[in-house]
Structures are given as C-alpha cells and as structure tokens.
C-alpha cells in the first residue's frame, strides 16, 4: 500500500496535502519528499496521466495520476500492483475534488489544505480494509474451487474405476460370446456327425438285408 500521499497543484508543483506518516511505524519518508517534490516542479502539459517512477532500484516507486490540473502522488513498494495503487489515486482524487476542487486555485502557500491529511488516512485504510476484504473473498472462494476440483476428481476417479469395473465386465462378456460360438459350432460339428454316423449305420443295415435277401432268393 501507499507509505507516503502527496497531493500538488500541477501548474507550479505547489503541494497542497499529504498523508500524515505514522511514527511508530519505525520508517522514516523523510528522504522521499524532495524526490516527490521534484517530480512536482517537472510536470507540464505534456506529461503523461498515469505514470510510475522509480525513484530508488529495487525500494520504491512513485505512482501519480493528473486529474483536473491536480497531481495525486503515492509511493509504493515495488511489489504493490500498479493498478492497485491507481486506483487508490483514483478514489483520492474523488473525495479530494469533492471537497476542495473549486479552492484550488486560491492556494497560495505550501499545504494549504493540510488537513486533508487525516481524510488521505482515512481513505488509504478504508482502501486497505477494502482489498483486505476482497483478497479474504478471493481465498475463500479459491478454497471453495479447490474443494469442488477435489470433489470433480474424485467423481473422475470414481468415473474412471467404475469405467475399469465395466471394461472387465465387457472383456468376460465378450469372452462368453466367444466360447458360445465356439460351443454351438461344436455342438453344429457332432451333431452333423452323429446324423451322417446314424445314416451311414442305416446304410450298411439296409446293404446288408438286401445281400442277405439276395443269396436266399437266387
């Protein structure tokens, strides 16, 4: 999140609020603020909305936004999404417009609307309790994800076992086809060779009567 707030007037680079930085938390901003002044004095008609700046490699990055002649400054670890931090800028930008757009051009000397501060405070943690609650959300339903891809996986192996149930079943039952088949070929098999036996056995009776038939009558 923003450690430091800075709000300018773009024109002359005039600062008109910043953030009041906590003492306990042990860091001290204090090297930054020329930094931050000095990007201030460099803005012009031709300076880009949105921009980041980074004032120290690998430390910290400056994120302003210009709206309505007024620059909105944050500085940012480099890790703190770009997107995020414009975001907070956009939301300052909102209540800062609201109440003291139209004074802006009165201001005369360095921090004229200094008690600004408290209210940059104020929005910079309703902010962080804000995407505190939404990164809550997204673990929570990440978890819930997590929970039904466990449950999909489990229907798929399930799906999977009882697909290996079925194939062995398949695989027998073709099995049995088979040994049918090959059964009643069989049975086609014997039962055409006790048929022809049986003739052939009727044959050699009938042959034999009429030999036999033959030799008493001549």
Do not use: W
């Amino acid at each position: 999140m923003a450690h430091l707030t800075l709000i300018a007037r773009a024109s002359d680079g005039l600062p008109l609020s910043a953030s009041i930085v906590n003492e306990e938390s042990g860091r001290d901003y204090a090297e930054y603020q020329p930094k931050a002044k000095q990007i201030f004095r460099k803005l012009s008609s031709v300076s880009p909305p949105r921009c980041s700046i980074e004032c120290d490699p690998g430390r910290m990055v400056f994120h302003y936004i210009l709206e309505e002649g007024i620059c909105y400054l944050a500085l940012c670890d480099p890790t703190y999404p770009a997107k995020l931090a414009f975001n907070y800028l956009e939301n300052l930008h909102k209540d800062f417009s609201e109440q003291h757009g139209n004074d802006v051009h009165k201001a005369s000397r360095p921090y004229h609307f200094i008690e600004f501060g408290a209210e940059i405070n104020r929005i910079k943690r309703n902010y962080q309790e804000s995407q505190t609650r939404r990164s809550s959300q997204l673990r929570n339903l990440g978890d819930e994800l997590q929970g039904v891809q466990k449950i999909m996986f489990e229907n798929i192996d399930s799906a999977l076992q009882r697909g290996e149930l079925i194939s062995d079943l398949s695989d027998k039952a073709g099995k049995l086809v088979d040994h049918s088949r090959a059964y009643k070929k069989e049975a086609r098999y014997l039962n055409l060779r006790q048929s022809l036996a049986a003739k052939i056995a009727i044959g050699v009776v009938i042959f034999l009567i009429l030999i036999f038939l033959r030799y008493l009558l001549f």
